[in-house]
Each structure stands twice: as structure tokens, then as C-alpha cells.
């Protein structure tokens, strides 16, 4: 078999990425239209991922959440965004860095994306997506759920 020298599993995982922060950046300057809402999952050990610490203990690999009704302080730029969201009563600002995302849905339309993570063999992320490692944010604990995105996978 030919090598891959093109890497095309890294330029398909780099256009998707840009793809959510297109739509993000939509919805940040006009609101989200009609029925849409996100599920947004990620990596919380990725570097540049900024949670609290008692976040992070709840969900040490891991996280969804969802972007529908109550959201506040929505920021996008270009390698990562911004957001502050409600656990269990109690706000929470995250910072997610999009070179952490491992899934996106928009369950509204039945649409879903699922990434290779960087630690996937032969993926490399691009620069402008990469992020230092930042400090946690200290924040309540709160609870979330945790939303399963296998009914939006297409079987």
C-alpha cells in the first residue's frame, strides 16, 4: 500500500474543526437559529482546556456539554472558544481549545462529527489549533449531564 503523504486524516480533522468554529462564530454574532442547540464534547485533559478543579475531578477524561438555552459570555477565536454554562445551579466559564473537541452534534437536524484526537496515530493537529497549556479557573461544583452521542451516529 502507498504511504499517505498528504496525511488526508488530518486535513479532513482540520476541516471539520473549522467547520464547528464557523458555526460558532455564527452563532455568536447572530444568536442560534430556530431549533438548533450543540452537544460539544471534549477532551478536559487537553492543554488550553480551562475548567475548574472540581469540574475537572467530576470529569477527569472527558465531557459533553450542551449549548441550548442558557448560555452566557460566548466568545469564539480562532483556536479556541469561550463559554459560560449552568452545572447544577452554579456558573461555570470554560475555555475549550478546538483541538480538543472529540465530538459535535446538532441533534435539531440529526447532525454529528466525531474528531481524531491528537494522540490518534499519524494525526497532527495544526498550529493554529494547538494551544499552551492554561491555568484552571476556580469555579462551584456543580452537576452536569452527560449526554451519550451514539443516537446521533450514523449506524
Known sequence: ???????Y???IDHAMRTMVRDVMRRVQSEGLPGEHHFYISYDTQHPGVRMSDSLRAKY???ITIVMQHQFWDFRVEDAQFHVTLSFGG?????????AALTAFADPSIKFGL?????????????????????????????????????AFRKK
Open 60 to 62: 477527569p477524561k472527558d
Open 114 to 150: 466525531q474528531f481524531q484526537t491528537a494522540q490518534s496515530e499519524h494525526i497532527t493537529l495544526p498550529e493554529e489549533l494547538e494551544l499552551p497549556e492554561g491555568e484552571n479557573e476556580d469555579a462551584d461544583e456543580g452537576a452536569a449531564e452527560i449526554i451519550s452521542l451514539d
Open 90 to 98: 452554579a456558573p461555570e466559564k470554560l475555555t475549550v481549545p478546538f
Open 1 to 7: 500500500m502507498t504511504e499517505d503523504y498528504l496525511n
Open 9 to 11: 486524516p488530518a486535513l
